[in-house]
């Protein structure tokens, strides 16, 4: 049988193409599930006038997002929030936080267009997609930053770390100056017990040292 489709049908065809199949397949499934009509003259140019509108419409309607991507050009977004050691997060940014702050500059998008695979977890730059149109993209760029509390609690700890190595130099100091003054003690007992050794008339009356022979 002779139809003609109102809806694109994969492996079969698209809106507005005249097509032949069985009849038990164009009267049992597509026509009663408005996919297809009977192929007449009148159907053909109802059909192909309502492909016409309908690719006008498309076109109008990616020409409206290609227009209102441009609004995106350059546009920054800044998230401070609660930063662990490692630069990870307490908590995420999401897309439903981006489109809160894009509406805040008067860039009206639904969350479900913002192309997000997972929440961002870490401190730094992303560049997010916008998904505008099927054959539209815009893009923003995000920056995720310690807030104030992480920044004092990082600048507490580096404080701590430079004064446990200024301590830690000390200590070494003092230690290496016990260690000299030990092996100068060690020195001066061992040359005492050596003078000791000797007979007083094998010793030089000046230098108290062994008279050489």
């Given amino acids: 049988m002779r139809l003609i489709l109102r809806k694109d049908i994969e492996h079969l065809g698209e809106v507005g193409d005249v097509v032949e199949v069985a009849d038990g397949y164009g009267l049992n499934y597509l026509i009663p599930k408005g996919l297809a009509l009977h192929a007449t003259a009148s159907t053909v ?4 006038h309502e492909q016409r509108l309908r690719e006008a419409q498309i076109q109008a309607a990616k020409r409206s997002a290609q227009d ?4 995106f050009s350059g546009v920054e977004i800044e998230f401070s929030m609660r930063v662990g050691a490692d630069g990870r997060l307490f908590g995420s940014v999401t897309n439903r936080m981006i489109e809160d702050a894009l509406q805040e500059k008067g860039l009206e998008v639904n969350r479900r267009r913002i192309v997000l695979e997972e929440p961002i977890k870490k401190v730094g ?3 997010v997609d916008i998904r505008l ?3 539209v993209r815009a893009s923003v760029q995000v920056k995720v930053m310690p807030d104030e509390a992480s920044l004092a609690e990082a600048e507490e700890a580096a404080e701590a770390e430079t004064e446990e190595g200024v301590a830690a130099e000390a200590t070494e100091a003092v230690e290496a100056a016990d260690g000299e003054q030990a092996e100068a003690e ?4 061992a040359t005492g017990v050596a003078q000791e050794e000797v007979p007083a008339e094998n010793r030089d009356a000046e230098t108290g040292e062994e008279k050489a022979d």
Avoid: K, L, P, V
């Fill in 186 to 189: 060690a020195t001066a007992e």
């Fill in 68 to 71: 209102f991507a441009g609004e």
């Fill in 125 to 127: 730059t992303y560049d």
């Fill in 133 to 135: 149109h099927q054959e």
């Fill in 45 to 48: 140019r109802a059909t192909q």
